[in-house]
């Protein structure tokens, strides 16, 4: 088991930046991908960023990037999402999960662990 914790989410002005945090626990391992999603009321969870377990490679969706970074710090076995101007449209729950597993992807369902989710909200 793998228990994840994501701090980090608050209430923001559209054009400022949070920093998002997601904690690891438990069977974790620097190897495994990790990625973070994100659901708006009334849409489905949709993938925002990923990264392998060394943190050489990460990949986006088209609406964040340029905007947002995820990196990681496996001493920590904690994964970053810095949000950088921040759009009302980026309101949303986030939530970091773990694939056990090299490669991260960005279907959901190909991830085994997840957090409980922070709340962004960008006010415009």
């Known amino acids: 088991q793998v228990q994840l914790v994501e701090s980090g989410g608050g209430l923001v002005q559209a054009g400022g930046s949070l920093r998002l945090s997601c904690v690891a626990s438990?069977?974790?391992?620097?190897?495994?991908?990790m990625g973070w999603f994100r659901q708006a009321l009334g849409k489905e969870r949709e993938f925002v960023a990923a990264?392998?377990?060394?943190?050489?490679?990460?990949n986006y969706a088209d609406s964040v990037k340029g905007r947002f970074t995820i990196s990681r710090d496996n001493a920590k076995n904690t994964v970053y999402l810095q949000m950088d101007t921040l759009k009302p449209e980026d309101t949303a729950l986030y939530y970091c999960?773990?694939?056990?597993?090299?490669?991260?992807?960005?279907?959901?369902?190909?991830?085994?662990?997840w957090g409980q989710g922070t709340q962004v909200t960008v006010s415009s």
């Open positions: 999960a773990v694939r056990q597993g090299v490669v991260p992807s960005r279907l959901p369902e190909e991830y085994d662990y």
């Open positions: 438990g069977r974790t391992s620097s190897t495994y991908a």
């Open positions: 990264i392998t377990g060394s943190g050489r490679t990460t």
